[in-house]
């Protein structure tokens, strides 16, 4: 069982939007920030959102994040199927000293 | 362009031992805190340890703690974990990633593509 909780899926059309939920607690998101992370299938994880809602250099502005005390999202808009993905949230953790990771939310473009 | 290497994963019995490295190319490693993170077959990602820049900071989940050890060489841009007294339950692709920020609260920025440990009889 993760230490942080998102939904084992969601699915959208194309070219709509989707939100992928993070929930923690005070110890994980609500002290410190969260990182989302793609992986394609058969890949190594990549980072897509950093310190709760900045893009690193690369990532398109479809994606975005918000944090709002224990709980944080991943918005995807305009949904292409090179999107089908597994979904990642993290957060370093104070009480476990160490980061965390949700289970990972399986997005399937329809 | 910033690239992460790992290598020395393979097949190993329960109880003995593997050291895994990650060599790093296109920016210096001493400006980064390092991190392992690995992911068994059909399963999610676990974080495993962390470094800071100069090792002075060190940190290792529960389920690792006293059996595996990183490390790292700036001189030579790898870093590396020592995995002893290896279980099954260590099979897994291990990831070696470069952080931004702090250790303990930043980011893992950038990722390897990892490498697979084998851990059975």
């Known amino acids: 069982q993760s230490v942080l909780t998102q939904p084992p899926s969601v699915s959208e059309a194309p070219r709509q939007r989707v939100t992928i939920s993070c929930s923690g607690s005070?110890?994980?998101?609500?002290?410190?920030?969260v990182n989302w992370y793609q992986q394609l299938p058969g890949k190594a994880p990549k980072l897509l959102i950093y310190y709760n809602n900045l893009l690193p250099s690369g990532v398109s502005d479809r994606f975005s994040g918000s944090k709002s005390g224990t709980s944080a999202s991943l918005a995807i808009s305009g949904l292409q199927s090179e999107d089908e993905a597994d979904y990642y949230c993290a957060a370093w953790d104070d009480s476990l000293n160490g980061w965390v990771f949700g289970g990972g939310t399986k997005l399937t473009v329809l | 362009e910033a690239q992460l290497v790992e290598s020395g994963g393979g097949l190993v019995q329960p109880g003995r031992s593997l050291r895994v490295s990650c060599a790093a190319s296109?920016?210096?490693?001493?400006?980064?805190?390092m991190h392992w993170v690995r992911q068994a077959p059909g399963k999610g990602l676990e974080w495993v340890s962390s470094i800071s820049w100069n090792s002075g900071d060190i940190a290792y989940a529960d389920s690792v703690k006293g059996r595996f050890t990183i490390s790292r060489d700036n001189a030579n841009n790898s870093l590396y974990l020592q995995m002893d007294s290896l279980r099954v339950e260590d099979t897994a692709v291990y990831y070696c990633?470069?952080?931004?920020?702090?250790?303990?609260?930043?980011?893992?920025?950038?990722w390897g593509q990892g490498t697979l440990v084998t851990v059975s009889s």
């Open positions: 005070s110890s994980n998101l609500g002290n410190n920030a």
């Open positions: 990633v470069r952080g931004v920020g702090d250790l303990r609260g930043g980011a893992l920025y950038s």
């Open positions: 296109g920016f210096t490693l001493d400006d980064y805190a």
